[in-house]
C-alpha cells in the first residue's frame, strides 16, 4: 500500500533555532518528493521538489535531502523564524502521472518568540 | 491576482442541503485537481480533470459528489444533501500538462465547508 509517514507529529521551537523534520515512504513507482508548507486556513505551498536522481535541493533557509535506497526524506530548517509556524507536509508522486499524489499528515511546526 | 482561485471561502451549511463551490485555476493549466483535507491530515485526492475530461475518481468521491470542468477552464464541485461528515477543507490545484512546471501542483486557498 503507498504510504508517506511523516514524524514528529507536532513540533515546537524557539525562534532562530534549527529543526529536522522526517518523511518516510513506501510508494511504487518512485516520480518524485515534495515538501509543502501549509499556513493554517490556506493552500500547501511548494517548497522543493526532487527527484530519484536528486539527494539534496535548498530553497533559502529550508534543505530538503532525499536518500532514494531508505526511501527517507528530510526537511531542514534554519535560523527558524515565527513565520516558519505551519504544517509542513511531505508528498511522494506515484508513477508518470502528476495527479498520483500521495500526501503525508504533516509535521505541524510552532515557533515561538 | 494569478493564482489558483477558490470560492467561497468559507461555507456554512445545514445538514441536507446542496452546496457548490468554484474553483479558477491559473489561466492556461490544462490539469486541474481537487482534494479534501479534514483537520490535522494531508489532503486526500478526489478527482482530476485534463482540460473537461475527468479522467480519475477517487472511491471517496461517493455519489453525492459531482464535479464538472464543462469549458476546460473552471471548475465546480457539488455536494449534495450534505452530512456533517462533509466539513472539511476542500482544496483545488491546478499545473500545466508540460513543462518544468508540470511536476508541480499549485493549489488554491480553499473552501471550508462546515455541516451543522
Known amino acids: 500500500k503507498n504510504q508517506v509517514e511523516q514524524s514528529p507529529q507536532s513540533l515546537i521551537i524557539l525562534e532562530g533555532k534549527n529543526c529536522t523534520l522526517q518523511c518516510n515512504y513506501t510508494v511504487s513507482p518512485f516520480s518524485n518528493l515534495r515538501w509543502y508548507k501549509q499556513d493554517t486556513g490556506r493552500g500547501p505551498v511548494s517548497l522543493t521538489i526532487?527527484?530519484?536522481?536528486?539527494n539534496t535541493k535548498s530553497n533559502g533557509r529550508y534543505t530538503a535531502t532525499l536518500d532514494a535506497d531508505t526511501k527517507q526524506s528530510s526537511l531542514h530548517i534554519t535560523a527558524s523564524q515565527l513565520s516558519d509556524s505551519a504544517s509542513y507536509i511531505c508528498v511522494v508522486s506515484a508513477g508518470s502521472g502528476t495527479y498520483k499524489y500521495i500526501f503525508g499528515t504533516g509535521t505541524r511546526l510552532k515557533v515561538l518568540a | 491576482d494569478t493564482g489558483v482561485s477558490q470560492d467561497p471561502r468559507h461555507k456554512i451549511t445545514k445538514r441536507g442541503q446542496n452546496v457548490t463551490f468554484r474553483c479558477d485555476p491559473i489561466s492556461e493549466h490544462n490539469r486541474l485537481y481537487w482534494y479534501r483535507q479534514t483537520l490535522g491530515q494531508g489532503p486526500e485526492f478526489l478527482t482530476y480533470?485534463?482540460?473537461?475530461?475527468?479522467?480519475?475518481k477517487s472511491r471517496l468521491l461517493s455519489d453525492r459528489f459531482s464535479a464538472e470542468r464543462p469549458k476546460g477552464s473552471f471548475s465546480t464541485l457539488e455536494i449534495q444533501r450534505t452530512e456533517q461528515g462533509d466539513s472539511a477543507m476542500y482544496l483545488c490545484a491546478s499545473s500545466p500538462l508540460s513543462g518544468r512546471a508540470s511536476y508541480e501542483q499549485y493549489f488554491g486557498p480553499g473552501t471550508r465547508l462546515t455541516v451543522t
Open positions: 480533470f485534463q482540460n473537461e475530461a475527468q479522467l480519475e
Open positions: 526532487m527527484t530519484f536522481s536528486e
